[in-house]
């Protein structure tokens, strides 16, 4: 095993139970009856995921290759299900559920698209310079992933997966003018997603003056700040925030 990894995921596992006590105390008290609502939930599932993490540690990282295409077609299925069945929260459609649990297609995407580049590039090394063979199906089959959670609608996550899709194309040894290209291509559709859908556009004008709007669009950036400016440089203590006394909606 990664020693160094596995000690900072833990270590940040026990700092987010922390942070998710600290900041949903009273709000779970205050609707709920309990401070300890949330907590409880995510000591839960993080007692799952450490299972879960016990388990693929031992599953040698050979048959993730074997996988790949499996995992990817399952994405699509759930990318293409979740516009269909997925209940729209705030305007968009991101989870599917299932009763006792709730699926975002989107996460499973992250991993699938991630291992299936990988096998596709291990195989194909000795074409990655070839735009047609080499460089392009892996590029079309990432365009269609990030159009699935484009239509959500979810601009973050694309952005995330772009990244990291051409990332893995230069790990892998493709042409920098390629990936320049691609880079210069993808500005287009990113400057309609940024300036011509409104409530994006209305973020951007809200993050370069939320003053302007502070108590409707800028209200949670401009809460963001006063928190930055009553903590200072070290904050003002475990358990001593005030923003999170009921003065953000989420």
């Known amino acids: 095993m990664d020693r160094p990894l596995l000690i900072a995921t833990l270590l940040l596992l026990g700092l987010g139970l922390v942070m998710v006590f600290s900041a949903s105390a009273n709000m779970s008290e205050e609707r ?13 599932w993080d007692a799952l995921g450490l299972a879960a993490l016990l388990f693929c540690m031992r599953i040698d990282y050979h048959w993730w290759q074997k996988a790949s295409l499996a995992l990817l077609i399952m994405a699509f299925v759930l990318l293409g299900a979740v516009l269909v069945i997925g209940p729209v929260v705030k305007g968009a459609r991101r989870w599917i559920p299932l009763g006792f649990m709730n699926i975002q297609p989107s996460e499973v995407a992250k991993l699938a698209i991630i291992v299936w580049m990988s096998d596709f590039l291990d195989r194909h090394r000795s074409q990655i ?69 409104g409530y994006r ?14 108590s409707g669009a800028g209200y949670q950036l401009t809460q963001s700040l006063l ?15 005030q923003l999170k006394l009921l003065y953000l909606p989420d």
């Open 201 to 214: 556009y209305r973020r951007l004008v809200s993050f370069m003056d939320p003053w302007a709007d502070a």
């Open 32 to 44: 709920f009856g309990s401070a300890y609502l949330f907590v409880r939930k995510q000591i839960l």
């Open 129 to 197: 310079q070839d735009f047609r063979r080499g460089y392009l199906p892996p590029l079309l089959v990432l365009g269609l992933i990030c159009g699935f959670i484009l239509k959500e609608p979810d601009l973050g996550t694309p952005m995330l997966l772009g990244v990291t899709g051409l990332f893995l194309l230069f790990l892998a040894g493709a042409r920098s003018k390629h990936i320049i290209g691609t880079m210069a291509v993808s500005l287009m559709p990113l400057y309609y997603e940024l300036f011509r859908v």
């Open 227 to 241: 928190a930055f400016g009553s903590g200072g440089l070290w904050g003002k203590g475990l358990g001593a925030s």
